[in-house]
């Protein structure tokens, strides 16, 4: 009973793909679950260790950073060990190979789920079962696990066949209609995966809501996260008013929808520099004004109340795009959170990394380098317990890096079993050539 | 609404919500959701949340938001001035019985009013988990925030929108209730460790760091960042690939992935257009040529505006082609599909009557997600509440007349 984990004691067999999948497993893992994610070296899934198993810097160079910034933009010859996107979510987890197409691989992850508690996934609709893993099958191997399912858009109606990742999902959510610039249209969208974190938070919940229902009555079940209807519930002023008032939303730009005016993000002095201000208030209002040195357009008495604002809201942005765009971003944020007026900068990747409260609050923790990437600070979780040891507690799974612990000690394979299952390609610490080479 | 025979995932256990706004109440939302007893403690004249927008009507009144609807859905509701000794007191006879405390304070006014963990903690040995907006240390500590600023410095709004454009804010308050949800993570983490271990504990959970943290290229664009020593930034343009981004249709806008391979064929089968099956349109040096990228609009475009978005989305499902349509709050709750689900459910509320509101996120077969009552108006439990605390009918008047309760 050591760390007062709150998972302590509870295997997961991971199934889960993509960042909406592995961010659950990885939450589990953070509270303490043994997760062990199950990989095959004889498949690529797409968008679950690197955007491709044979990387070139070059190629790699031109794929956005948050996937493609591999350690010195060189990926080296295992990419799936480095990718930013990717080895993050694998934090406290172990992983192990096994080839569960062919029969004895597939009597290896049977095993598995015998000796687990939570089976989270999402891959494509339809892989578990050409496998032979139904819900009813993984059930008669441990009928009191917990089966996550996590479909794009429910496993039911008339969506099943929809195929979708981050921006589809956002997109029928009713998210992305909802940003964007307010003078231009839809067309001019860049995608963003809002979904992805709401839906590994939720997912990760469920699972531990279910765990506590198990632990109470013994029982099992399935839960089925359908990743649209779930990340429609971010965005509950647009569908709400839809319902109760019959109004379709739109993107409103940087604007408030808390009832904030002026609320926008400005630039400020050097290259691509910008700062939010928010004026949750009319003191705030009065704050800022006072703080810009009492500017004869603000000193308008109708300006003093939110609804002389709202009637005034673009002039206002005018003014304040001005009087920004002289200034130090840094500076002006300290100055005007010193003044009571609710301000931040838009932090960059870099400017994240060197930034002050960050630097001091616990959001790093240190990792030593391994093979595949340089020692390096890693974000923390979130959350912070003062009792329960959740952190990371073990460095990013690297592929198959755990299979001598789950073939020996976790199924208690014999020496024999494990030289006939590394001979036959289950146990291996690559992908497989034919996967590499795309074949 | 009450046909309830089905347990819930959260059955006994009782929460303390001294949260507000936006973040704090949908994190013990979805402790209530699932059937913990959460009893949400407000000030007098109530949680801001109450002002804000969209209201049935358009009318404002601290019944008829719609949001404050959604986040407090399965919560019994009390007045509590915490500014006084008497209703501190009050407060710790409810700590003393629960098992979990949230607060939403700043670390300053967590002291004001004694519900900071040090003061909490003799009363119960609650579990304690504390949303503030920076964490209770470090130099942002009293710093303000908003959704706007907390997307802002959260690390992905800097690569969200255009180059040649200012970033870009998400819709409604969705940074806030991502931040509010990581908190109801936490607090799930706490009960459990409460409930395995025996341990109340203090668990914080920084808004600002509950955006930095997540995987969405907040860490990601961090960690690669670290790696590459490359930041993410805006795209020159919207579209992505040689027929990818949002195009318009007929009668809206579809969201289009046709990147290489599988799902170019998909696409292309899709469209039915015979002139874009050469495999030359699947090589990585046509999807870098902008004039390959204008012949191939010259297809699509056409395609898309002679079709609906529901004829889009169809035709995407039958081809299995990463092709989604662009859905307005109007579609969400109309749509027959998830409508069909089980996405919206009904509540029965004195002031609002029957509305819509969203039902289950998830499906949970054995333990349902499951909607008791709508969200307490201003002081309706108070009564039962503090007989639950255990304090004498009597004494309820005098707190009454005082202004401790309501």
């Known amino acids: ?192 995966f809002a979904g992805d974190y709401w839906v590994g938070v939720h997912g990760a919940f469920a699972v531990m809501a279910a765990l506590r229902h198990r632990r109470r009555t013994g029982e099992g079940q399935t839960i089925e996260l359908s990743q649209v209807e779930c990340s429609a519930q971010m965005f509950p002023q647009a569908a709400l008013d839809a319902a109760w008032n019959g109004r379709e939303q739109h993107s409103i730009g940087n604007r408030s929808v808390e009832g904030y005016v002026p609320n926008g993000v400005f630039a400020t002095r050097g290259d691509d520099r910008w700062i939010a201000i928010s004026c949750r208030s009319d003191d705030e209002w009065r704050a800022l004004t006072m703080f810009m040195g009492r500017p004869g357009w603000a000193m308008d008495d109708a300006l003093s109340t939110v609804t002389g604002r709202r009637a005034n809201e673009t002039m206002i942005e005018e003014r304040i795009a001005e009087w920004c765009a002289g200034q130090d971003r840094d500076e002006l944020f300290h100055a005007l959170q010193k003044a009571g007026v609710t301000a931040g900068p838009v932090l960059s990747a870099r400017d994240a990394a060197d930034d002050q409260h960050l630097a001091v609050s616990g959001a790093w923790t240190h990792l030593p380098a391994t093979d595949d990437y340089p020692e390096t600070d890693w974000v923390s979780p979130a959350y912070r317990f003062s009792k329960s040891d959740v952190r990371i507690r073990t460095s990013p799974a690297l592929f198959g890096q755990h299979n001598d612990y789950v073939y020996r000690d976790v199924l208690g394979c014999s020496e024999d079993e494990i030289a006939r299952l590394t001979e036959a390609g289950h146990i291996r610490d690559t992908f497989d050539q034919s996967v590499i080479d795309g074949a | 609404m009450t046909e309830q025979a089905a347990p819930g995932a959260l059955d006994g256990v009782t929460v303390i919500d001294l949260t507000n706004w936006v973040a704090g109440p949908y994190a013990t939302k979805m402790l209530a959701d699932l059937g913990a007893r959460v009893i949400k403690v407000e000030r007098r004249g109530g949680d801001p949340a109450r002002n804000l927008e969209p209201f049935l009507q358009d009318e404002p009144g601290p019944d008829r938001s719609a949001t404050f609807q959604f986040l407090n859905t399965n919560k019994e509701g009390i007045v509590l001035d915490l500014a006084t000794d008497a209703g501190r007191a009050v407060l710790y006879r409810m700590t003393e019985r629960a098992d979990l405390v949230v607060t939403s304070s700043s670390p300053a006014v967590e002291e004001a009013l004694g519900i900071d963990y040090a003061s909490l903690q003799p009363h119960g040995d609650p579990a304690v988990v504390s949303l503030t907006n920076f964490g209770h240390t470090g130099p942002y500590r009293d710093y303000r925030l908003s959704e706007t600023v907390l997307y802002a410095m959260g690390g992905e709004m800097f690569g969200h929108g255009l180059a040649s454009r200012e970033p870009l804010k998400l819709g409604g308050t969705a940074a806030l209730l991502q931040s509010g949800s990581m908190a109801g993570l936490a607090a799930m983490g706490a009960i459990t460790a409460r409930e395995v271990h025996g341990i109340g504990q203090f668990v914080e959970v920084s808004l600002f760091e509950a955006q930095i943290a997540s995987m969405d290229r907040r860490s990601s664009a961090i960690l690669g960042y670290r790696f590459s020593g490359r930041i993410v930034q805006r795209p020159p343009g919207a579209s992505s690939g040689i027929a990818g981004g949002v195009y318009p249709v007929e009668d809206g806008y579809v969201e289009v992935t046709a990147s290489g391979g599988n799902y170019w064929n998909r696409f292309v089968e899709m469209i039915g257009a015979e002139e874009l099956r050469d495999p030359k349109w699947s090589q990585p040096e046509t999807a870098r040529n902008p004039a390959a990228k204008e012949e191939a609009d010259g297809v699509v475009y056409p395609w898309m505006l002679t079709h609906t978005r529901a004829e889009v989305w169809k035709a995407a499902r039958d081809a299995h082609a990463l092709v989604a349509p662009y859905f307005t709050g109007m579609d969400v709750f109309n749509d027959e599909t998830f409508r069909g689900r089980g996405l919206w459910v009904e509540i029965d509320h004195p002031v609002l009557g029957r509305q819509p509101v969203f039902g289950r996120p998830y499906v949970l077969e054995k333990t349902p997600w499951q909607l008791r009552r709508p969200a307490p108006t201003l002081g309706q439990d108070t009564e039962s509440v503090l007989a639950w605390a255990g304090l004498d009918a009597d004494a309820v008047p005098t707190l009454r007349s005082e202004g401790v309760v309501a």
């Open chain 1, 1 to 192: 009973m050591s760390q007062y984990l709150p998972l302590e004691g509870v295997r997961v067999c991971d199934f889960s793909n993509v960042w909406a999948g592995q961010s659950v497993s990885m939450y589990l893992a953070d509270m303490g679950a043994e997760c062990i994610k199950v990989e095959n070296p004889y498949i690529w899934n797409p968008m679950t260790r690197a955007a491709a198993p044979k990387l070139s810097p070059m190629v790699a160079a031109m794929i956005t950073p948050w996937m493609g910034g591999h350690p010195n933009n060189d990926p080296g010859p295992r990419p799936w060990n480095n990718s930013p996107a990717f080895i993050h979510v694998l934090r406290n987890k172990k992983s192990f190979t096994v080839d569960s197409r062919r029969p004895e691989g597939l009597a290896i992850v049977k095993a598995l789920i015998r000796l687990s508690d939570v089976l989270p996934e999402n891959l494509a609709l339809g892989t578990l079962e050409k496998l032979g893993l139904d819900d009813d099958a993984i059930r008669a191997e441990r009928p009191d696990i917990i089966i996550l399912h996590l479909p794009a858009f429910g496993k039911t109606g008339a969506y099943v066949e929809g195929r979708g990742y981050g921006a589809h999902i956002d997109s029928a959510a009713g998210s992305s209609i909802l940003r964007g610039y307010a003078d231009l249209g839809p067309e001019s969208n860049t995608q963003i």
